[in-house]
């Protein structure tokens, strides 16, 4: 999905159509690495977002990715959405974490801070498929769709420390 586009913007576009056809994951491509664009997208319910320069085959990864129910962010924005989120007021994590198994906690906690599944897997010593039913299972206790919203809410809950060092 582009941004800026004759008729209709792309968050809007976006808005619409996860509206209509919430399995339909919408990926960002775009020129405009501004907060605002960025965090309207988001919220619209973009599954990622990507900027033009970035290197073809990552575009591809990313597509293929995205179609897969992962979540791509591009890096040079990435930390703006780290920010935005860490700076909201934390809920406490007790209130998201007692809807998920100690397990499912861990998952999400490597899931937000945007490691991928085979990441995840090796880190905890399971397999990718047992990774992707934590996942399924967070989402649909979570009540999101994507991993992108389901790592905002760890982020919002204080769930990851956003101060790697």
Do not use: C
């Amino acid at each position: 999905m582009d941004l800026k586009m004759p008729g209709m913007n792309g968050i809007e576009a976006t808005r619409q159509i996860r509206a209509r056809f919430p399995h339909v994951k919408v990926l960002v491509l775009t020129t405009y690495d501004d907060d605002e664009w960025l965090f309207d997208a988001i919220r619209a319910g973009a599954s990622g977002y990507l900027l033009k320069d970035t290197p073809r085959e990552k575009v591809i990864e990313a597509v293929r990715g995205t179609l897969a129910g992962k979540s791509f962010v591009d890096p040079s924005v990435a930390g703006k959405l780290l920010a935005q989120v860490s700076s909201q007021q934390s809920q406490p994590a007790s209130l998201l974490t007692e809807k998920l198994t100690g397990r499912e906690t861990d998952v999400l906690r490597l899931l937000a801070r945007g490691l991928t599944n085979a990441e995840i897997a090796a880190q905890l010593y399971l397999s990718e498929g047992t990774v992707r039913n934590h996942i399924s299972a967070i989402l649909e206790k979570l009540g999101v769709t994507d991993r992108t919203q389901a790592a905002l809410l760890a982020l919002r809950h204080g769930l990851v420390d956003t101060d790697p060092r």
